[in-house]
């Protein structure tokens, strides 16, 4: 194969990627999103929605754990639960996988295009027994695909993932606690 075909056939790879995913639903753009015809209506507080100068480009659903590990307290002879990161399996409303979720937190595309988002604001689940619904700020992307442009995130639809009830002793330092839980993520990038 020439050198010069390899960007080509990703892109044309990747293309196809993106057709089909817009085929169902779950890449959403802007025509569609401005219509509503398939995106989904989710009512957030105002500081969890993305800059205005964004739109929605993708919904995943995540399948996975919240990892949590016994640690020592910030006091003395204490023990806490200790958030370690997500282990999540991403796909969109038709099961399709669409890449995973772990710590940094990152998601990973099966391109190989890759977000590391930081925690920009979160607000209580309607559960308690879910984690917190979260919007996030992506603060570095890597790769050429579907990951590539995205800006924000929103973590909402929570289950689960809470950190264990009972509380962790001395003896069960660095013991780890896998809590299952699903979240939808919507991914937003810069409106054209």
Known sequence: MIKSQVPFLIYRCLALVIASTVAAGTLVPASARASGASARAVDVPATLRPPASQELMLELLAKGVQVYECASS??????????????????????????????????????????????????????????????????????????????????????????????????????????????TYYLYVERP
């Open 74 to 183: 910030s006091e003395a002879y204490r023990f806490e639960w200790k958030f370690k990161g997500p282990e999540a399996d991403l796909s969109d409303r038709a099961g399709r996988p669409m890449g995973t979720h772990y710590g940094g937190p990152t998601w990973e595309a099966p391109d190989g295009s890759k977000i590391v988002a930081e925690v920009r604001a979160r607000a209580n689940a309607t559960d308690p027994a879910a984690i917190p619904l979260l919007l996030l700020n992506v603060k570095a992307n890597s790769g050429n695909g579907v990951f590539s442009n995205v800006r924000s995130i929103q973590r909402l639809e929570t289950v689960g993932g809470i950190a264990p009830a009972e509380p962790c002793t001395a003896q069960e330092v660095t013991r780890v606690a896998r809590v299952p839980y699903t979240a």
